[in-house]
C-alpha cells in the first residue's frame, strides 16, 4: 500500500508561514474526506483540519483563523497553509483520510517546529 508523502516543514520563527502538502494515493483521494493531524512530543496525535471531498473545511479552534487547508483533485494532494505560527504549532505532520475507518497507513510525516 502507497503512503502519504508530506513534506514542505521546517524551522521557522514565531509569526511566520509554511506551506506544507501531502501526496496520496487515486484511491485514498477520491471521494473521501481529507485531514491533516500533527503530534506533539509526549502529546496524543490531533487532528487539526479537513477538507471535505466537495471542499468544505473544517479546523479545531486552537488553529482557526490561521490555517487553511486546501486539496486539489487533479494532483491527489492536500495542502495546509499555516499563519501566524506559534510554537505550541510545533510538531510532526501527517495527512490521512479524516475517517480512521480508512487509515491504512502513516507516512513519515513532516516536522514544523516555531521558535519563540
Known amino acids: 500500500q502507497v503512503r502519504p508523502v508530506e513534506s514542505g516543514g521546517g524551522l521557522v520563527q514565531a509569526g511566520g508561514s509554511l506551506t506544507l502538502s501531502c501526496v496520496v494515493s487515486?484511491?485514498?483521494?477520491?471521494?473521501?474526506?481529507m485531514a491533516w493531524y500533527r503530534q506533539a512530543p509526549g502529546k496524543q496525535r490531533e487532528r487539526v483540519a479537513y477538507v471535505r471531498r466537495g471542499g468544505d473545511t473544517h479546523y479545531v479552534d486552537s488553529v482557526k483563523g490561521r490555517f487553511a487547508i486546501s486539496r486539489d483533485n487533479a494532483k491527489n494532494t492536500v495542502n495546509l497553509r499555516m499563519n501566524s505560527l506559534k510554537p505550541e504549532d510545533t510538531a510532526v505532520y501527517y495527512c490521512?483520510?479524516?475517517?480512521?475507518?480508512?487509515?491504512?497507513?502513516w507516512g513519515q510525516g513532516t516536522q514544523v517546529t516555531v521558535s519563540s
Open positions: 490521512n483520510p479524516a475517517d480512521p475507518r480508512l487509515w491504512t497507513s
Open positions: 487515486r484511491s485514498m483521494f477520491l471521494g473521501n474526506d
